[in-house]
């Protein structure tokens, strides 16, 4: 019988992400998705193996122990390294929000062929003062939310 996950031993599993993340400008969110992508592609093992434990930890009490509607969340680190990372379980809409400093989102798919704001399981880039709802489409994803400072402001409508 193998010991359930941890949040401390899966944000051990983070930290190497966010080594590479805190290497890339956030200031055009095309570019740094691609130099994301390319240094930590979804088949890195570093990556497969963050989704394998977050997948695990997906009915832990820790990951993602609040729901609000459809969506199930969580705050796994509020500081690693100048970021906040949050877990969300979502097949639709979030809320809206803005990235004061930019977002950076690690997505699997757990169910269908989700996509998140029209993009596939993989990384997904905002830049800074962005502002969207997230949205989940065809199906569900697991997400990981890095942001940068912990900066992130809801907003009404």
Do not use: N
């Not at 401390?8 to 570019?31: I, K, M, N, T, Y």
């Amino acid at each position: 019988m193998s010991t359930p996950l941890t949040q401390d031993a899966f944000v051990s599993l983070l930290q190497p992400l966010v080594d590479e993340l805190r290497q890339v400008p956030l200031s055009d969110p095309a570019s740094a998705r691609d130099a994301i992508a390319t240094r930590l592609p979804l088949d890195d093992p570093r990556v497969r193996a963050v989704r394998d434990a977050a997948l695990a930890a997906r009915e832990s009490d820790w990951l993602l122990p609040r729901e609000a509607g459809e969506l199930r969340y969580g705050r796994v680190a509020k500081e690693l390294d100048g970021y906040s990372v949050d877990a969300v379980l979502m097949h639709g809409p979030g809320p809206r929000h803005r990235h004061p400093r930019g977002e950076v989102d690690l997505c699997f798919a757990t169910d269908g062929a989700p996509t998140f704001d029209g993009h596939p399981a993989g990384w997904v880039v905002y830049g800074e003062d962005s502002v969207h709802v997230p949205t989940v489409r065809d199906g569900e994803m697991l997400i990981l939310y890095f942001l940068p400072g912990g900066e992130i402001e809801f907003l009404k409508g």
